[in-house]
C-alpha cells in the first residue's frame, strides 16, 4: 500500500488505521532500502503543503515538517540563526538539501545528524500530531538514540519550534569531515550565545554531535560562559572537563581520542566565530 494523502487529518487517520512507514524527502529512507524490494506500506507525506514552510509568531518561529534545507537557505531568517543557515548548507549537496527535510533529519535520528546540535543549541522544541491532537516536546528528551525517538507509530512530527532570541544573540555551527564537502561528520559542534543589555553573555547553549549516540549539550561549559564578555577570547572557556560526559566511538571516520580531541578544538572555534559574529 502507497498513500499520498492532501490533508494532514487524512494523512492521520491513515497512521492510526494501519502501520506505515513515513516518506518525506526520501533521502534516508531510500538508502537505507538499497537493494530490497520495499515491502512496507508507505505515507507519503509530500502532498501535504501545511506542513511546509517557516512561521513567525507567538514568541516562536515553527519550522513546518515538509521544509528542506534549501528552505532554510533560502529563508530571510533573523542573524541569531545563522548556525541553523551554516548547517543546511553542509546537508549533503544542493540537490539533497532541495529533497531532504530538517524533520526527516530528526526524526531519522542519526548520530551523525547535523541538524540535531545546532537545533540542540537553539533550545528547539518537536510537535507530534496524531488523530486525538498533539504534543511538544524539548528535542533534548525527543531524540532517545541511535535511530529511536519518541515519535509513536500513530504520530506525525508536524513542526519545529524555536524560541525567539534578542537581536544581540548569535549562533554558529561547524562541521568536520574526512573532506570539506559532502561527507558524513566525524564531529560537528554548535553554539547560540545571547547577552545582555551590558554586552555579558546571559544565555549559552553549545551542543556537540557525532560524539556519543545522541547528540549533547555542554551545561558544564554553558555555565562556565556565563557572565562573560563576547570576544574571542571565549575559546579559551572551553576544558576537557566540559566535554567529559561525551561518549565518541571509534569507527571507519577517526577514532575515538581524535573525535575527543577536535570536538574540544571545534568548541572552541564555534565560540570563537560566534563573538567575532
Ligand atoms: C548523498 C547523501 C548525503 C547526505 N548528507 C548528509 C549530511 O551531510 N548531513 C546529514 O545530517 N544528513 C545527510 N544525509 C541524510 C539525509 O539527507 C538527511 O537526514 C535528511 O534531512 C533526511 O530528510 P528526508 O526528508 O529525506 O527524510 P526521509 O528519508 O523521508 O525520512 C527519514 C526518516 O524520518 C521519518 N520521517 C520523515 N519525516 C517524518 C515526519 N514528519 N514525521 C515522522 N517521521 C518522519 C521517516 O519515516 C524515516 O524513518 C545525506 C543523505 C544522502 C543520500
Same mark, same amino acid.
Given at each position: 500500500m502507497y498513500v499520498r494523502p492532501t490533508d494532514l487529518q487524512a494523512a492521520l487517520r491513515a497512521l492510526r488505521t494501519h502501520p506505515l512507514c513515513v516518506l518525506a524527502g526520501g533521502t534516508d529512507f531510500y538508502p537505507q532500502r538499497v537493494g530490497r524490494a520495499l515491502r512496507e506500506d508507505v505515507l507519503d507525506i509530500t502532498a501535504l503543503p501545511e506542513l511546509r514552510g517557516i512561521a513567525r509568531g507567538d514568541g516562536e518561529f515553527a519550522i513546518g515538517a515538509l521544509t528542506t534545507w534549501s528552505d532554510i537557505v533560502a529563508a530571510p531568517l533573523p542573524q541569531w540563526m545563522r548556525g541553523l543557515k551554516q548547517a543546511a548548507r553542509e546537508v549533503g549537496g544542493v540537490q539533497i538539501q532541495n529533497a531532504a527535510t530538517v524533520a526527516g533529519n530528526l526524526c531519522n535520528a542519526s548520530p551523525a545528524a547535523d541538524g540535531v546540535p545546532v537545533l540542540l543549541a537553539l533550545d528547539a522544541q518537536v510537535e507530534l500530531s496524531a488523530l486525538g491532537g498533539a504534543r511538544r516536546m524539548p528535542l533534548q528528551e525527543f531524540i532517545l538514540g541511535s535511530r529511536r525517538t519518541q515519535? $509513536? +507509530?500513530?504520530?506525525?512530527? #508536524? $513542526?519545529?519550534?524555536?524560541?525567539?532570541?534578542?537581536? +544581540?544573540? $548569535?549562533?554558529?555551527?561547524?562541521?568536520?569531515?574526512?573532506? $570539506?564537502?559532502? *561527507?558524513?561528520?566525524?564531529?560537528? *559542534?554548535?553554539? #547560540?550565545?545571547?547577552?545582555?543589555?551590558?554586552?555579558?553573555? +546571559?544565555?549559552? +547553549?553549545v551542543a556537540v554531535g557525532a560524539c556519543s549516540e545522541v547528540a549533547q549539550r555542554l551545561p558544564k561549559?554553558?555555565?562556565?560562559?556565563?557572565?562573560?564578555?563576547?570576544? !574571542?577570547?571565549?575559546?579559551? *572557556?572551553?576544558? !576537557?572537563? =566540559?566535554?567529559? =560526559?561525551?561518549?565518541? *566511538?571509534a569507527d571507519v571516520r577517526g577514532t575515538a581520542q581524535y573525535r575527543s580531541d577536535a570536538a574540544l578544538t571545534m568548541v572552541r572555534r564555534v565560540l570563537e566565530q560566534v563573538a567575532l559574529d
Amino acid at each position: 500500500m502507497y498513500v499520498r494523502p492532501t490533508d494532514l487529518q487524512a494523512a492521520l487517520r491513515a497512521l492510526r488505521t494501519h502501520p506505515l512507514c513515513v516518506l518525506a524527502g526520501g533521502t534516508d529512507f531510500y538508502p537505507q532500502r538499497v537493494g530490497r524490494a520495499l515491502r512496507e506500506d508507505v505515507l507519503d507525506i509530500t502532498a501535504l503543503p501545511e506542513l511546509r514552510g517557516i512561521a513567525r509568531g507567538d514568541g516562536e518561529f515553527a519550522i513546518g515538517a515538509l521544509t528542506t534545507w534549501s528552505d532554510i537557505v533560502a529563508a530571510p531568517l533573523p542573524q541569531w540563526m545563522r548556525g541553523l543557515k551554516q548547517a543546511a548548507r553542509e546537508v549533503g549537496g544542493v540537490q539533497i538539501q532541495n529533497a531532504a527535510t530538517v524533520a526527516g533529519n530528526l526524526c531519522n535520528a542519526s548520530p551523525a545528524a547535523d541538524g540535531v546540535p545546532v537545533l540542540l543549541a537553539l533550545d528547539a522544541q518537536v510537535e507530534l500530531s496524531a488523530l486525538g491532537g498533539a504534543r511538544r516536546m524539548p528535542l533534548q528528551e525527543f531524540i532517545l538514540g541511535s535511530r529511536r525517538t519518541q515519535c $509513536r +507509530a500513530d504520530e506525525l512530527l #508536524t $513542526r519545529i519550534l524555536i524560541p525567539e532570541r534578542n537581536d +544581540a544573540a $548569535r549562533s554558529a555551527f561547524l562541521k568536520l569531515g574526512a573532506r $570539506r564537502y559532502l *561527507v558524513i561528520s566525524i564531529a560537528m *559542534v554548535a553554539a #547560540t550565545l545571547e547577552c545582555d543589555g551590558d554586552g555579558s553573555i +546571559a544565555r549559552a +547553549a553549545v551542543a556537540v554531535g557525532a560524539c556519543s549516540e545522541v547528540a549533547q549539550r555542554l551545561p558544564k561549559l554553558e555555565a562556565a560562559l556565563l557572565g562573560q564578555r563576547l570576544s !574571542p577570547a571565549l575559546a579559551q *572557556v572551553p576544558m !576537557p572537563a =566540559h566535554l567529559a =560526559h561525551l561518549k565518541p *566511538v571509534a569507527d571507519v571516520r577517526g577514532t575515538a581520542q581524535y573525535r575527543s580531541d577536535a570536538a574540544l578544538t571545534m568548541v572552541r572555534r564555534v565560540l570563537e566565530q560566534v563573538a567575532l559574529d
